[in-house]
């Protein structure tokens, strides 16, 4: 992530909400930062792999040397395979489908016999028959010991604790049997050709005859035991079948004779004279209910009748009973006019007769009713005698025909039965497999393990993985930074500069080193750190630029004195002032030219600054060196005196780089940066920890420091060309025909 904080933006004096802003911004560029150091970045994996290629290579080797001892060492291993096709047609002599049926030709069947080939059944029975118990390639109780075991200091080193190598424990037959079971189990391959009802078996061993052998005995066993299954459920179902007929037989004449018992014990009629008394029982109650609706309707007419005779109402008796005698006793009442009293007479004898015939005709249905009422109770009473029998007749006939069903019944399934019994003993001797040998298994002479090209290839590839993965585990790992890119992306802050480390063994030779060889390496990449500080910010460069790092030994102070130097080569007035006043190793860059006073004095008036500051006629600057003092340091530069030698020094001098203290150690590096325009902060190449370099950095996060700038320092070229580091590779190499180091 290539990113700065704009000097403009944070140029002083601003205001505290615009301070906040800014120190907020620096805050979210430390934390997209973050981010960009965890993306994935194919060219860095490829680039840190390829810087430890000789590591790679070395394991991949390595891998290659082991599997072609192992290739070398291992025992071979021989293929067999034989093939049994399932015939599905069904050719049994008669049908017994329910007792040894041929197998189905479905998904579940096919895939069920490829099971019952895998079977420990099988394999115990093929274990057996081949005595493979005796055999030590499947017996790992007998098998003998390894030849590193064989060896007389192995076992004299075993002796010495009580054991000896290759020494098997006394274990029981059956445990030996199935363990070599499970190793016969573990070696043969069972599978099914799709869209076929073929299986290919195979099996690899030590030995091509032995392959054969096996894969042919396991074929002819499930064989073997399908005739022997079918023969085994033949016996089985006839056995069971003659039982079962025994029994039904006497259930069969059990029911008969209930039958033949239930008709002698009760008096039963055909269903024909049945049917006949179910009809007269019908009739008789059929008329039964008309006597009584009869009844009925005499009743209703008794009772008007009753109410006319009581009322007089010649009309309505004329109108209720239809008779002639009635109609015409009528006709002469209404015949009979006037009011004479023979008339009247008349009259009244005619009345008096048809009261009388009225009466008659009541007396009769009154009779009429009795005698439908007694008839309607008889019919009723014969019915219900009748419907007795019936009922009585009925159960037993139902009787008798579910006695004949359980009969019938238990013919039938006595002649099924028995009829069944009689097929499969026909049928016994004659059964046949439901799988034969499609192609029987012959010794192969040639090896199936190891696959020596394909077992070198996979070596090599996971030798290649394996030093690859460990080439990223370490470059994960690495705690440093190795390239400006790699530091820009970790902080978030643009890198000024990237310094060599200087080809000189002691500090007073770098200042003569720089000046006698200005086209060096290490002086252009001060020119470079120069320029890129000077075009951070054209409108307003910094006059006051702080030297500052994490911890001690990063190259601040000399990349202090270099830059100094390289300033005056543009005609600038510089100081360079220590203000590391615990260490102060300023003067180890003079030759010696150390003065009696410094800083201190200078700050408390005990001296004058003319008299005490040192100009280097070599380098062209003026030296303002630290010295002892009882007062703490951080009182010394938050002090007002300090902060207005800065602001004095300011009318003096173009530049001045003052070279602080480590930040992680004390904190005199924060309370002079706030008076400064510009912070350099020191970065020692492939040595500070990115731990490091975030914590000193946040140290001044809170400061309101117009620019900040990185310089990574103490880069080995060499070593970084080797490996590639950040393009340095290419850097050193055009640098040969430009550099006079």
């Known amino acids: 992530m290539n990113r700065e904080i704009d000097k403009r933006d944070l140029e002083a004096p601003a205001p505290a909400a615009h301070r906040k802003a800014r120190r907020r911004e620096l805050n979210n560029l430390f934390d997209i ?3 960009d150091t965890r993306n994935f970045d194919v060219s860095a994996m490829l680039g840190a792999v390829m810087r ?15 599997a072609f001892w192992y290739l070398q060492n291992v025992t ?21 489908e329910a007792v040894a049926t041929g197998l189905s030709s479905d998904y579940f069947a096919i895939n069920t016999e490829v099971e019952v080939l895998k079977s420990r059944r099988l394999l115990g029975r093929l274990v057996d028959d081949m005595d493979l118990v005796a055999d030590p390639e499947f017996n790992p109780y007998i098998a003998p010991p390894a030849q590193w075991m064989l060896n007389p200091d192995v076992q004299s080193a075993f002796a010495l604790i009580g054991m000896t190598p290759g020494e098997r424990p006394e274990v029981a037959g059956a445990v030996q049997r199935n363990e070599t079971i499970d190793a016969v189990a573990q070696r043969i391959d069972v599978s099914n050709i799709d869209a076929t009802y073929v299986f290919e078996m195979s099996i690899a ?12 005995s396991l074929a002819r066993l499930y064989i073997l035991e399908q005739l022997e299954a079918k023969f085994e459920a033949t016996q089985s179902a006839t056995h069971w079948l003659s039982g079962r007929v025994a029994d039904l037989k006497v259930s069969l004449e059990r029911a008969e004779a209930a039958v033949e018992e239930y008709k002698t014990s009760t008096q039963l009629v055909s269903e024909e004279e049945l049917e006949l008394e179910a009809r007269k029982l019908k009739d008789f109650r059929d008329r039964a209910e008309g006597y009584t609706a009869e009844a009925d309707r005499s009743d209703v007419l008794l009772a008007d009748l009753s109410k006319a005779r009581s009322e007089e109402d010649i009309d309505a008796v004329a109108a209720l009973i239809a008779s002639p005698s009635l109609n015409r006793a009528k006709q002469q009442i209404d015949a009979i006019k006037g009011s004479a009293d023979q008339a009247v007479q008349r009259r009244e004898l005619a009345t008096t007769q048809f009261w009388n015939e009225v009466d008659r005709q009541i007396a009769q249905i009154n009779t009429q009713i009795k005698r439908n009422r007694s008839q309607a109770d008889a019919t009723a009473k014969a019915a219900a005698n009748l419907e007795t029998r019936l009922e009585q007749q009925g159960a037993d006939l139902v009787m008798l025909r579910q006695l004949v069903r359980e009969a019938e019944a238990s013919r039938l399934i006595y002649e099924h039965f028995l009829g069944r019994m009689k097929e499969i003993s026909v049928q016994e001797g004659i059964q046949q497999a439901d799988a034969r040998v499609l192609s029987a298994a012959i010794p192969n002479r040639t090896p199936s393990y190891p696959k020596k ?16 993965g460990l080439a990223l585990w370490r470059e994960s790992r690495m705690s440093t930074f190795r390239s400006a890119e790699e530091l820009e992306r970790a902080t978030g802050v643009r890198v000024f500069g990237n310094l060599p480390r200087a080809p000189v063994r002691r500090r007073r030779d770098l200042l003569s080193y720089v000046i006698n060889k200005p086209a060096s390496a290490l002086a252009e990449a001060v020119r470079d750190l120069r320029t890129s500080l000077l075009l951070a910010d054209v409108h307003a460069p910094p006059k006051v630029i702080v030297s500052s790092s994490s911890v001690p030994r990063e190259g601040k102070t000399t990349m202090t004195v270099l830059l100094a130097q390289n300033s005056v080569a543009l005609g600038k007035k510089v100081l360079v002032v220590e203000c590391d006043l615990r260490k102060r190793t300023l003067d180890a860059y003079f030759g010696g030219k150390k003065s009696q006073r410094g800083l201190i004095s200078v700050l408390y008036g005990e001296a004058e600054f003319e008299d005490v500051v040192v100009h280097d006629e070599t380098a062209g600057f003026d030296v303002l060196q630290g ?22 020094m300011r009318a003096e001098y ?14 005199d590096a924060r309370l002079i940066a706030v008076l400064a325009d510009a912070l350099l902060y020191s970065v020692a190449w492939d040595r500070t920890s990115r731990e490091l370099v975030r914590a000193g950095l946040n140290q001044f996060r809170e400061i309101d420091i117009p620019l900040v700038g990185l310089a990574l320092t103490q880069i080995d070229l060499g070593k970084a060309a080797r490996y590639g580091y950040g393009g340095y590779g290419q850097y050193y190499k055009a640098g040969k025909g430009y550099y006079q180091n």
């Open 33 to 35: 930062a973050e981010m």
């Open 52 to 66: 430890r290629k000789w590591s790679v290579m070395l394991i991949t080797l390595m891998f290659g040397v082991g």
């Open 76 to 96: 071979p291993l021989y293929p067999s395979m034989a093939t049994v096709v399932l015939d599905t047609k069904d050719e049994q002599v008669i049908d017994i």
């Open 205 to 216: 061993t030590r030995d091509p005859q032995k392959s054969a052998e096996i894969i042919n």
């Open 453 to 468: 090209g394909q077992t070198m290839v996979l070596a090599l590839v996971l030798g290649l993985l394996t030093g690859s």
């Open 627 to 648: 010295e002892e003092t009882p007062v703490n340091a951080a009182d010394v530069f938050s002090s007002m005196q300090f902060e207005h030698f800065i602001q004095s």
């Open 654 to 667: 173009d530049f001045i780089i003052i070279d602080t203290p480590p930040v992680m150690a004390v904190p």
